[in-house]
């Protein structure tokens, strides 16, 4: 449902650039055989497109576009590329004039005068004949790119909007390149370019994180009528990184219906993407990263897990079954007698007062390190020690195991 029951959901493509932003960031190359494994883990997501790399870059990943528009089925490869005829050549060579090709556009004049070295005029005229080409070789699915458009001004934009659209440009996309804008004024600057475009033109955003609002931006963007997001798993990518993919689907599952938009994102299967992302450019998981972090659906808190053993909806808003997570629930300095409690209880031990002062004591009270352990490990030892023979040993074995 949308807001208005008389207006449906607008569907927000999602675009995932975690083999090419994502890989391009230090420490985080792959192979072109495990660029496979992860655009067809991503895949598996649901997302639209994949961007796989840059051909012109290296011949890895020219191998690894040839390797994936052989691979993927579902989701459309694309490949970013220079506004230069031997990028478009390569890419066509690589993936096929069937894939997504996007072109790079120059659009500000911080870009155009210090990286570039070309005048207004001069950025136009490549993306004019750079699109003419494409179209020439048989492409049909081509993006305008315009880098660094969130510090570019309207004079400069709307040229290069208007005539990548003219010479055949079906997606225009606004990367915030440097992360330099807050949802207001990215979102501002999303509504008026969607006035200078057709209805059937893709409005796609491409945000950086260096100021924490990579996400927030993207909503902004969604909001003021943006069709399509740029993301990555866990949001790697250039310096700080990229909208976070899985955060993007969590909101949209959460929101959507307020948003009045939906995707077709299954996010179940992002934590299994997210994994083998992880295995292949060995990234350690953080402890509070949202959606994938270690304790994302755990606590050891223990005013926080009494509420949630009466019921988890007391502090769990995003529920972990959605992404294939496993809510958890560790026992800490912090945890209280509830939880030991509780477990008893279910465990049908009754009060069994020694054994439940042994067990607070050695996993409550007496954890000063910090160090948890999960309820699930917890109550197997013991079910494990009562069925064994009694011993005065178990508060030291208990301790150890731990």
Same mark, same amino acid.
Not at 362 to 385: M, P, S, W
């Given at each position: 449902?949308?807001?208005?029951?008389?207006?449906?959901?607008?569907?927000?493509?999602?675009?995932?650039?975690?083999?090419?932003?994502?890989?391009?960031?230090?420490?985080?190359?792959?192979?072109?055989?495990?660029?496979?494994?992860?655009?067809?883990?991503?895949?598996?997501?649901? @997302?639209?497109?994949?961007?796989?790399?840059?051909?012109?870059?290296?011949?890895?990943?020219?191998?690894?576009?040839?390797?994936?528009?052989?691979?993927?089925?579902?989701?459309?490869?694309?490949?970013?590329?220079?506004?230069?005829?031997?990028?478009?050549?390569?890419?066509?060579?690589?993936?096929?004039?069937?894939?997504?090709?996007?072109?790079?556009?120059?659009?500000?004049?911080?870009?155009? &005068?210090?990286?570039?070295?070309?005048?207004?005029?001069?950025?136009?005229?490549?993306?004019?004949?750079?699109?003419?080409?494409?179209?020439?070789?048989?492409?049909?699915?081509?993006?305008?790119?315009?880098?660094?458009?969130?510090?570019?001004?309207?004079?400069?934009?709307?040229?290069?909007?208007?005539?990548? @659209?003219?010479?055949?440009?079906?997606?225009?996309?606004?990367?915030?390149?440097?992360?330099?804008?807050?949802?207001?004024?990215?979102?501002?600057?999303?509504?008026?370019?969607?006035?200078?475009?057709?209805?059937?033109?893709?409005?796609?955003?491409?945000?950086?994180?260096?100021?924490?609002?990579?996400?927030?931006?993207?909503?902004?963007?969604?909001?003021? !009528?943006?069709?399509? @997001?740029?993301?990555?798993?866990?949001?790697?990518? &250039?310096?700080?990184?990229?909208?976070?993919?899985?955060?993007?689907?969590?909101?949209?599952?959460?929101?959507?219906?307020?948003? !009045?938009?939906?995707?077709?994102?299954?996010?179940?299967?992002?934590?299994?993407?997210?994994?083998?992302?992880?295995?292949?450019?060995?990234?350690?998981?953080?402890?509070?990263?949202?959606?994938?972090?270690?304790?994302?659906?755990?606590?050891?808190?223990?005013?926080?897990?009494?509420?949630?053993?009466?019921?988890?909806?007391?502090? &769990?808003?995003?529920?972990?079954?959605?992404?294939?997570?496993?809510?958890?629930?560790?026992?800490?300095?912090?945890?209280?007698?509830?939880?030991?409690?509780?477990?008893?209880?279910?465990?049908?031990?009754?009060?069994?007062?020694?054994?439940?002062?042994?067990?607070?004591?050695?996993?409550?009270?007496?954890?000063?390190? !910090?160090?948890?352990?999960?309820?699930? &490990?917890?109550?197997?030892?013991?079910?494990?020690?009562?069925? !064994?023979?009694?011993?005065?040993?178990?508060?030291?074995?208990?301790?150890?195991?731990?």
């Amino acid at each position: 449902m949308s807001p208005n029951p008389h207006v449906p959901a607008r569907t927000i493509r999602v675009f995932d650039t975690t083999l090419r932003d994502g890989e391009q960031a230090p420490g985080n190359a792959m192979t072109p055989d495990q660029k496979v494994e992860l655009a067809l883990a991503v895949e598996a997501t649901g @997302v639209d497109t994949i961007e796989v790399g840059f051909p012109s870059s290296s011949p890895s990943d020219f191998e690894a576009i040839r390797l994936s528009a052989q691979a993927l089925t579902t989701a459309k490869v694309a490949t970013l590329n220079r506004a230069v005829r031997e990028d478009i050549n390569l890419a066509a060579e690589a993936g096929g004039i069937d894939h997504h090709i996007q072109i790079m556009a120059t659009g500000s004049d911080v870009h155009l &005068e210090h990286k570039r070295g070309l005048t207004r005029s001069e950025g136009l005229k490549e993306i004019v004949d750079s699109i003419r080409f494409a179209r020439e070789l048989g492409f049909t699915d081509i993006s305008l790119a315009i880098e660094d458009a969130s510090r570019g001004s309207d004079d400069l934009l709307r040229p290069l909007v208007e005539a990548g @659209v003219e010479e055949g440009a079906r997606t225009v996309v606004l990367a915030d390149t440097t992360g330099c804008r807050i949802p207001p004024e990215f979102g501002a600057q999303v509504a008026r370019v969607r006035t200078w475009i057709h209805d059937e033109i893709v409005l796609s955003v491409h945000c950086h994180q260096d100021l924490g609002l990579s996400l927030a931006n993207s909503l902004a963007a969604i909001d003021a !009528g943006a069709d399509e @997001v740029q993301g990555t798993l866990a949001g790697i990518g &250039e310096r700080a990184g990229n909208t976070p993919l899985e955060e993007l689907a969590a909101v949209l599952l959460y929101k959507g219906e307020q948003l !009045g938009v939906t995707s077709r994102i299954r996010t179940e299967k992002l934590y299994d993407a997210y994994k083998v992302l992880s295995r292949i450019i060995g990234m350690m998981t953080p402890r509070n990263k949202a959606i994938f972090g270690e304790n994302a659906f755990a606590t050891q808190a223990g005013i926080h897990q009494a509420g949630m053993l009466r019921n988890p909806v007391t502090y &769990e808003y995003v529920e972990p079954h959605y992404f294939s997570r496993e809510r958890g629930i560790l026992i800490g300095r912090h945890s209280g007698r509830s939880v030991i409690r509780n477990m008893f209880d279910q465990m049908g031990l009754g009060i069994e007062r020694e054994l439940f002062d042994e067990v607070y004591d050695t996993y409550v009270a007496g954890r000063k390190d !910090g160090t948890c352990i999960a309820l699930n &490990e917890l109550r197997r030892i013991i079910t494990e020690r009562l069925q !064994g023979p009694a011993s005065p040993a178990l508060m030291t074995e208990l301790a150890v195991t731990a």
